[in-house]
């Protein structure tokens, strides 16, 4: 299966309302170039400022997620971007004509009709994926709603709903590949519960809002006042509750079609990662807040994986000395060398590198959700450097060993964490002398110092 990325073969627009602000808005879908990503553009305001579709830009999750960027906001994008993740497309421009796409029918099958219709076209350039390597989990304690993303060979969703409500139960739903949303999650429609119904009225919203586009679960009795209410905003001359708990005539296309939008949702949020995933999303109670909260998440763990990677190529060009010729001189061999290079060495100081890499086995034990490098590696990384310092002065390094002897004055600044490159940088505080080495050691992370002691070794002979 092809891995390029793709847009779409030509524009194509959309006319419906928002649902909270109940104007006519317009929607055209455009083709993008590669690396464009997911950009709307508020065509109804000067320069048409646009917005990517990016965790960093959300400002607001309540009954929607909301991005921001220069006081420009779009609010209710998950519908949309559901439908483009849904699709597999990778690049595209969403221009619109307001702050909020349209409701539709509550659901992103209308936006995954429309795509199709025009066709998706494959690109160039390979699309870019955020392999999930070691489990993510991300808990909101004051709901109870937990996301959790764990290694899988495809991109796949499972949602667990529970309001502790009878009318709506307990819902599960899972999506095993992006192929089976069209058919059984793009029509899954949003849902609310009447007395939150009652609030958004009070409050002069969904103003868009119809019986059509969004099923309503009467978790208590109707009064003849809200009766009168839910009339007037919905434009009917009468309003009832069906066998199953849901208001007027509406027919669920789905059991758990409750579940099934959850889903949408979560497709839509994680958009705002900006990276295609592979792995599996479990998540316990959804909602845009926890969401995008894990979106954000993710997206650091990303940009950290990025910077070690560009920090990794700016270094290379200074490396004088890798981790295999480490090894020609010190006995230590994976899982417990923490020197990936030496990029200085003169007679009385050294330089070496060390890339923290989220893989790394201690991390899962150290801490569980709050990865740290444990400060007794940090010191043992500063004496492997000390140890090539020292054994490098010596003809046959390979028949020493170096212990240590003392350790003063070690302080830790501050914790580092994967995605950190470690800068160590060691001078000799006094020459060698009847086999004892006396050196300062210090670590930096981004120029800033992590870590520092004062060390002493024996060098003994094998």
Do not use: W
Request: proline letters at 4%; aromatic letters at 6%.
């Amino acid at each position: 299966m092809s891995n390029l990325q793709t847009t779409i073969k030509s524009s194509i627009t959309l006319k419906g309302v928002g649902i909270h602000t109940g104007k006519d808005v317009s929607l055209t879908f455009k083709p993008a170039k590669e690396d464009v990503g997911y950009v709307f553009s508020r065509t109804d305001l000067p320069n048409k400022p646009s917005i990517k579709a990016l965790a960093e830009y959300v400002c607001e999750t309540k009954r929607g997620t909301t991005l921001e960027r220069d006081g420009v906001k779009l609010k209710t994008t998950e519908h949309v971007l559901a439908a483009l993740v849904g699709l597999e497309i990778d690049n595209i421009i969403i221009e619109i004509d307001g702050e909020e796409p349209p409701i539709m029918d509550g659901s992103s099958k209308f936006f995954v009709n429309a795509l199709e219709e025009v066709g998706i076209v494959q690109q160039s350039k390979l699309r870019s994926e955020f392999i999930i390597k070691d489990v993510i989990n991300f808990r909101d304690d004051e709901t109870g709603s937990e996301i959790t993303i764990i290694p899988a060979d495809n991109y796949q969703v499972t949602t667990m709903v529970d309001y502790e409500t009878k009318v709506l139960g307990t819902q599960n739903a899972t999506l095993n590949n992006l192929k089976e949303f069209k058919s059984d999650f793009a029509n899954a429609r949003t849902f609310s519960f009447l007395h939150e119904i009652e609030m958004l009225l009070e409050n002069d919203l969904i103003k868009g809002g119809d019986l059509n586009n969004a099923i309503v679960y009467v978790d208590k009795k109707i009064s003849n006042e809200t009766m009168v209410k839910l009339k007037k905003a919905f434009n009917r001359n009468k309003v009832s509750v069906k066998p199953n708990g849901i208001l007027d005539n509406l027919n669920l296309h789905y059991q758990n079609e409750a579940a099934r939008h959850k889903l949408l949702d979560v497709l839509g949020d994680l958009a705002l990662i900006g990276k295609r995933i592979r792995g599996k999303v479990i998540a316990k109670k959804p909602g845009h807040y926890i969401n995008t909260k894990f979106a954000k998440k993710v997206s650091e763990i990303i940009k950290k994986q990025q910077k070690l990677e560009l920090d990794k190529n700016i270094l290379e060009d200074k490396v004088i000395m890798n981790q295999e010729q480490i090894m020609n001189i010190l006995p230590h061999r994976p899982p417990f060398i923490f020197i990936d290079s030496i990029i200085d060495l003169t007679e009385n100081t050294i330089t070496g590198v060390k890339y923290v890499s989220a893989d790394e086995p201690h991390f899962k034990g150290h801490f569980p959700g709050r990865p740290v490098m444990p400060g007794v590696l940090i010191i043992e990384a500063m004496a492997q450097v000390g140890g090539v310092l020292v054994l490098s002065t010596f003809d046959n390094p390979e028949k020493y060993l170096t212990f240590f002897g003392r350790i003063e004055n070690a302080k830790f600044k501050r914790p580092v964490l994967p995605g950190d490159t470690l800068i160590f940088k060691l001078e000799l505080i006094s020459p060698i002398r009847r086999g004892i080495s006396h050196m300062m050691a210090r670590a930096y992370v981004n120029d800033e110092l992590v870590t520092e002691a004062e060390m002493k070794a024996k060098i003994i002979k094998k």
